[in-house]
């Protein structure tokens, strides 16, 4: 017998089988409830159980900490229903409006941008456009039911190609094929647009962290929002080993002259001596952490390792970032 699940503060009820997550049983119905990785490794979907039991499933757990678990929070990406449920999460509004769809697409063109991220343009069959808000992903629909998931770059009203920024894993079974066989003309299958890691609706100054291809989202959402929210503050902090890894500098650089809400922050962990650096060096949350003694007044929006995620999460929320202020896409693996 199903479980039935009630949502606060919304209200909204839906049923949920033993079988499948909460996070399944939600969307099933039509209620859009935010997530990210699907695989609890990015605390996206975190909720609150108010009332009833719940199993926790197969999560990370520097994602749903024992502080987590202990104020009853749960990932409904991985948990199942044992009981009816009172949940206490926010729901998304515009990003779950979009329905994902299978959609075949071809190499249009390839681009080497460092020495391991390649930026492929994909191009839908005719009549066909990917509609999606500046921050979501998709899914390359692979063999064997393989899917890798990758952030969509373009701008959203920029449709005719999907632009993608894709980081080679050595010895990775979707990322070896992109940096070895892939060519123009090469057919794929993809699934989106996934995720609800969009920007708010906010007059708060927004900072944008990213690790490595982690700027992918930030271009999309960076193109749209200068030109939209009026007003709104954006600084990006980009981060990168070298000076090589760091790519396209010229669209942040050409946003600063455009945009005097806009600032751009490149910092590098490991400048060589080649780089001639004389701009931030460390890790890229730590020059945010160097420049904001109080982040109770932003929003946070992060995208990158999971490892960049987690820090950032801790350190921020530790100065004062509300934790429903902070919003992330953990580039954890499907393997
Ligand atoms: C929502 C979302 C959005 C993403 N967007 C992007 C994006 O825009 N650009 C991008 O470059 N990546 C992105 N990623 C990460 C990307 O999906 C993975 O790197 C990719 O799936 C690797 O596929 P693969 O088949 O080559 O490696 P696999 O065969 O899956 O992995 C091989 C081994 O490499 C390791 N590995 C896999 N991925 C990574 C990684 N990212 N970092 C370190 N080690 C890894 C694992 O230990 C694994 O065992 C995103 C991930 C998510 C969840
Ligand atoms: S969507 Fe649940 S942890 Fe990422």
Redesign the pocket.
């Given at each position: 017998m199903p479980c039935q699940i009630t949502l606060q503060p919304s209200g909204h009820q839906f049923n949920a089988e033993r079988t499948e997550t909460l996070?399944e049983a939600a969307l099933n119905a039509g209620v859009n409830l935010?997530?990210?990785?699907?695989?609890?490794?990015?605390?996206?979907?975190?909720g609150r159980i108010v009332e009833g039991e719940v199993e926790l499933g197969a999560?990370?757990p520097t994602?749903?900490t024992e502080a987590d678990r202990a104020e009853g929070r749960a990932?409904?990406?991985?948990a199942h229903a044992r009981s009816n449920l009172t949940l206490e999460i926010r729901e998304v509004g515009k990003a779950g409006e979009i329905a994902p769809r299978t959609l075949p697409c071809r190499v249009e063109r390839m681009e080497r941008l460092t020495p391991d991220v390649m930026a492929l343009w994909l191009k839908l069959p005719a009549n066909e456009r990917l509609q999606f808000l500046p921050g979501q992903y998709i899914d390359f629909l692979l063999k064997d039911g393989r899917r890798r998931s990758f952030s969509l770059a373009n701008h959203p009203e920029h449709d005719a190609l999907i632009e993608l920024h894709i980081r080679h894993v050595p010895g990775g079974w979707f990322t070896d094929q992109v940096f070895g066989s892939m060519k123009v003309k090469d057919i794929l299958r993809i699934h989106g647009p996934l995720g609800s890691f969009c920007l708010n609706e906010s007059d708060k100054p927004a900072i944008l962290l990213a690790g490595g291809t982690g700027y992918a989202p930030m271009k999309s959402i960076l193109s749209h929002a200068l030109h939209a929210a009026e007003g709104r503050h954006f600084i990006l902090y980009w981060g990168a080993r070298t000076r090589a890894d760091l790519y396209q500098t010229e669209g942040p650089q050409q946003w600063v002259q455009q945009f005097p809400r806009f600032n751009f922050i490149p910092v590098l962990s490991e400048p060589g001596a080649d780089d001639a650096w004389n701009g931030r060096t460390g890790f890229v949350h730590e020059a945010v952490l160097a420049d904001f003694a109080d982040l109770s007044g932003v929003e946070v929006y992060a995208c990158g390792s999971p490892a960049m995620i987690d820090a950032a999460r801790r350190d921020f929320t530790g100065r004062g970032l509300p934790s429903d202020a902070f919003y992330a896409d953990?580039f954890?693996f499907q393997g």
């Open positions: 996070l935010p997530y990210g990785c699907r695989n609890g490794a990015c605390g996206a979907c975190k999560f990370q994602t749903l990932l409904l990406c991985t953990s954890s």
